[in-house]
């Protein structure tokens, strides 16, 4: 196989994996105990260990934005109303409006910010000043 069709092999697995963490953390993030949204919390740093991972062991940066995506289409699939009016999570209580709404937005924000990380693998050269 060739170095190409591995890339490709492995932004589709991202993908689907990141689907899978996706879907968890839609149907999960509601989960409160008491007034500390632990659901929300768990699937935040969920996603974010998954993302980070995909960007350290593989270094690059397509497979971190490839999970990210599958977090934020499975975040949006599963949080739609179905053709026979059914819903897979159900619709937050008085107080609780802002945890899916942060939901939301964490999936993309991860995944921007861990692919735009800077890489700090490779030491720069410090640079010297002129005639020294």
Do not use: C
């Amino acid at each position: 196989m060739t170095s190409t069709i591995v890339r490709i092999a492995g932004w589709a697995v991202a993908l689907v994996i990141g689907a899978f963490y996706g879907t968890a953390g839609t149907v999960g993030q509601a989960f409160l105990l008491g007034p500390i949204p632990v659901g929300l919390v768990v699937a935040t740093i969920g996603s974010a260990a998954l993302l980070i991972a995909l960007r350290t062991l593989t270094g690059d940066r397509t497979n971190a934005l490839a999970g990210g995506l599958g977090i934020t289409l499975a975040t949006f699939m599963f949080s739609q109303v179905g053709p026979g009016g059914s819903a897979i999570v159900a619709a937050p209580t008085a107080g609780t409006e802002w945890v899916p709404l942060v939901w939301t937005v964490v999936g993309p924000a991860l995944m921007v910010l861990v692919a735009l990380w800077p890489d700090f693998s490779t030491p720069r050269r410090a640079s010297r000043p002129a005639g020294s």
